[in-house]
C-alpha cells in the first residue's frame, strides 16, 4: 500500500502480519557512508533540516537509517496514529460482544 498524505509526503507499506505494517517514507534522496556521514554531520543535518532531504546512512554498503527532518518524523507519527485509530474502529466493529474469562480461555486451549 502506497499514500500520500496531503503536505505531499509519501510512505510505502510493507504488509507484515495479519495486523502490522512497516511503513517508510518512500524517498532518499542522497546516501552517505557512516564514514562520511561522521565528516559531514554538520552539513546532512542542516540539509535535512532546511531543506527537506532525506539522507540515507549506510553500513558496509547497506542501509542503515536515514537521517529526516523533524517534519518527516512528526508526518509518520500523524500517519500512524491514523492507522491506530482505523483498526480501533474496525476491531470494535468487529466486535462480537461475546467475552470468556481467563479460567474459560485457559480450559479451552487445554482441551
Given amino acids: 500500500m502506497s499514500l500520500t498524505l496531503d503536505d505531499g509526503v509519501g510512505f510505502i507499506c ?3 502480519s495479519a495486523s ?5 517514507m518512500d524517498t532518499v534522496t542522497t546516501e552517505l557512508s557512516t564514514r ?3 565528516s559531514q554531520l554538520s552539513d546532512v543535518l542542516g540539509r535535512a533540516m532546511y531543506a527537506g532531504e532525506r539522507i540515507g546512512v549506510t553500513r558496509n554498503g547497506k542501509l542503515a537509517a536515514v ?3 523533524v517534519a518527516d518524523v512528526e508526518a509518520l507519527e500523524e500517519f500512524e496514529m491514523a492507522q491506530d485509530v482505523a483498526a480501533y474502529r474496525q476491531a470494535k466493529n468487529d466486535d462480537d460482544g461475546v467475552r470468556v ?3 474459560e480461555l485457559r480450559g479451552d486451549l487445554s482441551s
Fill in 14 to 16: 510493507v504488509h507484515n
Fill in 20 to 24: 502490522c505494517y512497516t511503513c517508510a
Fill in 36 to 38: 562520511e556521514l561522521r
Fill in 67 to 69: 537521517v529526516v527532518s
Fill in 101 to 103: 474469562t481467563l479460567d
